[in-house]
Structure formats: C-alpha cells, structure tokens
C-alpha cells in the first residue's frame, strides 16, 4: 500500500515570495491534516480536512497560509508571502476518518522542508 | 489548553534498556501515543494506549500510563543503533476531532 506522498521534498523561497505544496494521501482515506514543525519543536496542527470540508483550521494564519482539497483526495498548502519564521518541515498526514470516533492512526508523509531566507 | 513536555535528550548504551518519559496536561485524553521520527523522515506510529489501560507491550516496547499524576513512559528494551531517532509523545484532543498535540520530542543517542 502506497504510503502518503509530498512533493516538493525541499524548498528554498526568498522573504514575500510564495510557496505551495503537494499532498497525495493514503488511497481512501478521509481525514487530511497539514502539520508545521518548527525546528526542535513537535508537529503543531494547521488545518484539517474531512472529505473536502475544513473541520479545523483554528491555528491557521489566515492572513498568508491557504489550503485547500477540492475533490476529497490531494490537497495543496500555499504561503503567501512568505516570512521568515515560516522556515519549518511541513508534514502531510491521513486517517481513515471513520464516523462515530475511536482511535484513529494517523499516517505522515516524508515532510516538505521550507527554507525562507 | 493542552499541553506536552518531554526531557530532551537520552544516551543510552547499545543492548541497555531507553526510558522516555512525557507528561500531559489534558484529562480527557482518551489515546496516547508515541511516535518515532529519524533524520529527514516523516513520523512512524510506534504504539498507542487507550486512558483506560495501565500498561502495554509490544515486543521490546513497553508503554506505562499513571494516569493519576498523568505521565507516560515508552521503554525500548535491548536498545540498537537503529533506535537512534527522535521519540514524540502525542495525546488526543477529544474536541479537536482527532487532533494530536505533540511534545517536542526526545533525541535518543545510542552508543555502542
């Protein structure tokens, strides 16, 4: 079984440019979620996805990140402009997004690491 | 709101037995989890446990939950070299449909 996909692997932007990335889930898989790991700090939740309906995106700066998964299955993340605190590894990751609850593996793509100088 | 602390930093001898230790702050955490992460890779579930166990083992993993004083511990018994990577504890936030909030992760070292 294909695991979670993400491309580009690496970027490097300049401040104020804009950047978008790349989600292939898990196939049948529901629930999609953006995740910023800053360096020496944990995954932190950006955005999540069930279906193509946004179910949380309360840690999202909405001023310059945008997401979106129109059709239920890939997804992009887009930054802009970018600033230099953005520089972070942008994980990807997917559950079953079963209805009723219960525990829930989510599985992580390699990551995007994001460079802004 | 939520929050998850981990020590930093781990050196262990090859073949000794890893501790890593977390505490949480939310009680209404139903799941419990360790994730491993190694250099340049994304995260890799390494086990769960639901609040209401106290303990489970997986092969040379074992988890303890003391849900009283709500500390976590993974033990990797007979630790390799191929353990070396960065161990996150994560909890569940029950009203955030299955989101997972993170420590900032333990760096285990094993020495030969």
């Known amino acids: 079984e294909a695991g979670v996909a993400q491309s580009p692997r690496y970027k490097i932007i300049e401040k104020r440019q804009s950047v978008a990335f790349w989600c292939n889930p898990i196939s049948g898989h529901a629930t999609l979620y953006w995740y910023q790991q800053i360096l020496g700090q944990g995954p932190k939740l950006l955005i999540q996805f069930q279906n193509n309906g946004v179910v949380d995106d309360s840690q999202l700066p909405k001023d310059r990140f945008s997401a979106e998964r129109l059709k239920g299955v890939d997804s992009t993340l887009k930054i802009q402009p970018a600033k230099l605190e953005d520089s972070a590894v942008y994980l990807c990751?997917?559950?079953?997004?079963?209805?009723?609850?219960?525990?829930?593996?989510?599985?992580f793509g390699p990551g995007t690491r994001l460079l802004v100088l | 709101g939520e929050d998850v602390e981990q020590s930093l930093f781990l050196s262990v001898r090859e073949g000794d037995s890893s501790v890593i230790n977390c505490t949480y702050t939310d009680s209404s955490s139903t799941y419990l989890y360790w994730y491993k992460q190694e250099p340049g890779a994304g995260l890799q579930l390494l086990t769960y446990i639901f609040s209401n166990m106290d303990m489970k083992q997986d092969q040379r993993l074992t988890v303890l939950l003391n849900k009283k004083d709500k500390h976590l511990s993974l033990r990797i018994a007979d630790t390799q070299t191929g353990d070396s990577a960065i161990y996150f504890c994560a909890e569940t936030d029950l009203g955030g449909y299955n989101k997972l909030i993170f420590g900032a992760g333990t760096r285990l070292a094993v020495h030969p």
């Open positions: 990751a997917s559950s079953l997004g079963l209805a009723g609850g219960g525990q829930e593996t989510q599985y």
